[in-house]
C-alpha cells in the first residue's frame, strides 16, 4: 500500500522505501551503511561509486531480494557504451546475478534512445539478468510518450520545485502502463537552498527536508533519490520521510520559490 514513506516501484515490484541513495559523492562507507540501518533499500549505483558497489557486494549476498539496484550504462551523446559489456560489468562490481532496473543513462533527445537501441535493453531483460529497464532523461515529452505506451519499465528524472514540468508531461501519462518513477536533484543541485536574485533578503529560504517533501508529497513519484556528500547532509535528508507531506502554504511556499529560482536562467542537467 502506498504511503508517503513506501511504496512498490512499478515494475520492478518491489516494496520500496521512497528516499533512495545515490552514492556520487562518495559519502563513505558509514553513509551506506547509516542507510541500510534506516530502511533505505533503493540504491543507484555508477561504476565509479565503490563506497556503494563493495558494500552492497556484501550485503546482497544475504538477502538479495529485499534490496532495489539502479544502475544502468551512459549515453555518450555521439554514442554509448557497450550495453551488454557495461551490464556484466555492474554485475560483477554489485555481485549480484541480476539488476533490478538497467537505465540508458543521460538521455537528451529522442533520436538517442531510438527504437533499436531499446531492443537490446529488452534482450537484456528477456535474459533474465535484469529486471526491469528504462532510462534517465531530460525530454520530458519523449519519456512521457514512452511511459504512455509502455515502452519503458523505470524512467528516472529530474523533479524539484523549480523544475516541475513532469506534472504535465510525464505523470498523466503513467496511469495506464505504471512504470517505476525515480527522481533525482530535489534540491535542484543546490540551488533550490540559495537565496535567488531579487528574493527579500528576509524572505524565506527552504530547508533541504522540505525539497524532498515536495518531491515525496506527489504520489506519482514512487523513489526520491539523495545523493549525501556527508553524515550531517544524509541525517537532514533522511527527516523529510519523518515529517510527512507539504501543507497547502508550504507548497505554496515552495513553488513560488522554484519558480523563481528556475527564472535565474541558469542551465542545469
Not at 60 to 80: F, P, Q, S, W
Not at 112 to 124: A, G, N, S, T, W
Not at 150 to 178: S, W
Request: charged residues 25%; hydrophobic residues 35%; positive net charge.
Amino acid at each position: 500500500m502506498k504511503t508517503f514513506t513506501h511504496d512498490v516501484l512499478g515494475k520492478v515490484n518491489k516494496p520500496v522505501c521512497r528516499l533512495g541513495l545515490s552514492a556520487s559523492y562518495r559519502p563513505g562507507k558509514a553513509i551506506i551503511h547509516k542507510a541500510l540501518d534506516s530502511g533505505i533499500n533503493v540504491f543507484f549505483g555508477y561504476g565509479f561509486d565503490t563506497n556503494l558497489t563493495k558494500v552492497m557486494r556484501d550485503i546482497l549476498k544475504r538477502d538479495r531480494e529485499k534490496y532495489v539496484i539502479i544502475t544502468g550504462a551512459y549515453n555518450l551523446l555521439i554514442g554509448h557504451f557497450n550495453l551488454e559489456r557495461s551490464l556484466e560489468k555492474r554485475l560483477r562490481q554489485f555481485g549480484t546475478d541480476y539488476i533490478d532496473a538497467f537505465l540508458y543513462l543521460g538521455v537528451m533527445k529522442e533520436k538517442q534512445f531510438p527504437e533499436h537501441l531499446r531492443e537490446r535493453f529488452y534482450r537484456m531483460k528477456e535474459s533474465g539478468k535484469v529486471r526491469a529497464i528504462g532510462m534517465s532523461c531530460h525530454d520530458r515529452q519523449f519519456a512521457g510518450r514512452l511511459c504512455a505506451e509502455g515502452a519503458i519499465d523505470v524512467l528516472m528524472m529530474r523533479y524539484n520545485a523549480a523544475h516541475p514540468g513532469a506534472e504535465q508531461d510525464i505523470f498523466p501519462h503513467v496511469q495506464t502502463h505504471q512504470p517505476g518513477i525515480v527522481s533525482y536533484t530535489a534540491t535542484r543541485w543546490g540551488y533550490l537552498l540559495r537565496r535567488p536574485k531579487g528574493w527579500p533578503s528576509d524572505g524565506r529560504i527552504p530547508t533541504p527536508p522540505e525539497c524532498y517533501r515536495f518531491v515525496l508529497s506527489n504520489p506519482n513519484v514512487q523513489v526520491c533519490l539523495t545523493a549525501p556528500r556527508n553524515a550531517a547532509e544524509f541525517s537532514q535528508n533522511l527527516t523529510a520521510l519523518e515529517d510527512g507531506p507539504l501543507n497547502a502554504e508550504d507548497m505554496a511556499f515552495m513553488r513560488t520559490f522554484g519558480n523563481a529560482v528556475h527564472h535565474t536562467k541558469k542551465w542545469f542537467m
